[in-house]
């Protein structure tokens, strides 16, 4: 593109590229809204990110936008030709803020400027960052189309140098606009261009993750973002994210490399380790918080309920806060823990007037049948009394579980939501203004709630109807029964090897029988006699009561030992059905590959027939893997039969 009055010898052309563009309903609050959540909350869209700190904002003229940045971060050289290449004009709402890095030795922590032009119906976003971290400046424009709806454009400034590449190139040298750099530059035209090739690298995820999430909340009919409404305002939180970034990277370093290293429990360290890491260093700015005269009063800091392997107990008294643990299981790992910390094995009966009056603070993390009562135990103890869960498996008052005709309300949507607002409600009704939050965990099941203040004072009618509400929710919870379960794993390593083989094959057989002429084709296009599928209420009539009944003791019935033979039956709302087989690439080192005989192809009817022109080959040696040789035999490519679980 030829560049009038262009010095290509000191002068660099640089172009806007349309990544994407979609319509969609909106308004001109939702709008303003979504650049609001999607500037404060980064890092919902990045997952390299872990919080936003707010620098600056204000709103001035578009020419002194650039000596207002650089005086908001003294030392930053930021380019000259910037603002001229932005092309803003009139009044800038300007912002300034701080991504902070989830890893910040592989993905570095830095500054971006937020430009919002309500008169061109645009924002734009400046990471100020070195060219060779990969992140390019873009921008986002709209228009009306009609009252309630708009079109929606996002763009990335590009080098024309890299526009000219192939996708090849792209991917290995990829030049970018140098921000912090001496480099010059002109725009080659005002208007903007479709990208010329292939997306890739941060382009690509600007056009794939970073708009679609910037529609959804625009959008005022999208509910795809419930998890939202349980995340508070800025102001409102009683953590701030900013400073539990910090705590958290300083808690992994300290304790993550050596517990991950020396982990005994049978779960996955890299998950269960961090999580409680992030929850341990939550709590701590909690506590730090929430610290007042009463505090000192009481023996110890905390009682976790339901504590699990200990591990949230220990990270928090080696932080320096005394307390307890209670399960009903002992854990292995509690040896290594109860030198700094109490662990009890006892079981919680909460209906008989449980309280902790030595404890300022109860917890329910992942709680099961307890959550619902820590509100109501947390209240009763004494009106200093404070409270923390993070719910996860439903149950109600009464221990049973949370669902449709288990509670007085009509549910729709989401059970775990449903579940959250049945918490929410009942520690209302005990007397808590109750604060939410979603905390950033690996986990799925990640809005806790918290009670700190009383929604009234001691001795008025208030406390009285607060009163009675506990006091009817209690009667209503007699029947409550904790687990009589000590110690003692409950799955299918206990089930008797014949028993279980009897099961799988008279449930294989069933589903096949329910259609003999059913045929399904596989992903890689093999027709495969798939059967029929059955209810899971029907299936237990395949036994006699003593086999159901020696199944149910040792693993928690049929529908969980099918669910545990994943590569055969696929489980799910109530209906049973068989897998079908996969075929992938073998490859040895890769994780994921089941090392064992194929099942399918010892029991199928169908043989290796059945398998169209696949032949099993079993591979006695090394492993005992089985492979699959497609034909014909000069192809000797090998392949290893899996289903997806």
């Not at 890299?162 to 530059?185: H, K, N």
């Not at 010329?196 to 795809?224: C, F, H, V, Y």
Request: hydrophobic share 35%; charged share 25%.
């Amino acid at each position: 593109t030829a560049v009038v009055g262009l010095n290509s010898d000191t002068m660099k052309p640089v172009r806007w590229c349309r990544l994407d563009q979609v319509s969609a309903p909106c308004t001109k609050e939702s709008i303003t809204d979504a650049i609001t959540i999607a500037s404060n909350r980064r890092n919902v869209i990045n997952r390299r990110l872990a919080a936003t700190d707010l620098i600056l904002t204000t709103s001035i003229p578009a020419k002194d936008c650039h000596a207002t940045i650089i005086a908001a971060l003294p030392g930053t050289k930021l380019n000259q030709d910037l603002m001229q290449l932005l092309a803003l004009s009139g009044t800038i709402e300007l912002s300034i803020r701080q991504h902070i890095s989830r890893h910040p030795e592989s993905s570095p922590t830095h500054h971006e400027v937020q430009l919002l032009d309500l008169q061109a119906q645009r924002v734009t976003f400046v990471p100020l960052v070195r060219s060779q971290d990969k992140i390019e400046v873009h921008r986002l424009s709209w228009t009306y189309l009609s009252d309630n709806e708009g079109a929606f454009t996002v763009e990335a400034l590009l080098p024309e140098e890299q526009l000219s590449q192939d996708t090849a190139e792209q991917e290995r040298v990829q030049p970018r606009l140098g921000i912090l750099d001496d480099e010059q530059y002109v725009l080659a035209s005002q208007e903007s261009v479709e990208l010329p090739m292939q997306a890739t690298g941060s382009l690509r995820w600007l056009k794939e993750k970073w708009l679609p999430k910037i529609i959804s909340w625009i959008n005022p009919n999208d509910t795809s973002s419930t998890l939202s409404t349980w995340r508070p305002e800025a102001e409102e939180a009683y953590v701030n994210p900013v400073t539990y970034a910090h705590k958290y990277q300083e808690l992994k370093a300290k304790y993550g490399p050596s517990l991950v290293a020396s982990w005994t429990e049978g779960t996955d360290p890299e998950k269960f380790v961090y999580e409680d890491i992030g929850i341990a260093a939550y709590l701590v700015l909690l506590f730090e918080r929430f610290s007042d005269e009463h505090s000192s009063t009481f023996q110890y800091k905390f009682v976790d309920l339901g504590c699990g392997n200990g591990l949230l107990c220990w990270l928090l008294a080696k932080e320096g806060y005394s307390g307890i643990g209670l399960d009903l299981t002992r854990r292995r790992i509690w040896d290594r823990f109860e030198s700094d910390v109490e662990l009890r094995q006892e079981a919680v009966v909460p209906q008989h007037g449980l309280t902790y009056p030595n404890c300022e603070w109860i917890l329910g993390n992942h709680s099961d049948e307890l959550t619902p009562w820590i509100p109501i135990i947390t209240a009763e103890s004494s009106p200093a009394h404070k409270f923390w869960v993070l719910p996860c498996c439903p149950f109600i008052i009464n221990g049973s579980r949370f669902g449709h005709g288990s509670s007085n309300r009509v549910l729709e949507g989401s059970n775990y939501f449903n579940y959250l607002d049945y918490v929410k409600e009942l520690a209302t009704k005990s007397g808590f203004h109750v604060a939410s939050d979603v905390m950033r965990i690996p986990s799925t099941r990640r809005v806790c709630m918290m009670g700190v203040h009383r929604s009234y004072t001691p001795g008025s009618p208030e406390a009285s109807r607060a009163r009675a509400s506990r006091l009817e929710y209690i009667k209503s919870g007699n029947t409550f029964e904790p687990r009589k379960e000590f110690g003692r794993k409950v799955n299918c390593r206990q089930v008797p090897q014949d028993l279980k083989d009897t099961i799988i094959r008279t449930v294989f057989e069933h589903l096949l029988s329910k259609d003999q002429d059913a045929i399904a084709m596989t992903s890689d296009g093999r027709r495969w006699h798939c059967g029929g599928e059955a209810q899971m209420s029907t299936i237990p009539k395949l036994f006699d009561r003593e086999q159901l009944k020696r199944l149910k003791n040792e693993c928690g019935g049929l529908q969980t030992l099918l669910k545990l033979n994943g590569s055969i039956f696929h489980v799910y709302g109530g209906v049973a059905r068989l897998r079908a087989p996969k075929t992938m690439r073998f490859n040895p080192e890769a994780k994921g590959f089941k090392r064992r005989p194929c099942w399918l192809y010892q029991h199928h009817p169908g043989g290796p027939s059945a398998l169209s022109t696949l032949i099993l080959v079993l591979d006695t040696f090394i492993h005992g893997l089985v492979c699959c040789r497609w034909l014909p035999s000069s192809c000797r490519r090998m392949f290893i039969c899996s289903w997806r679980r």
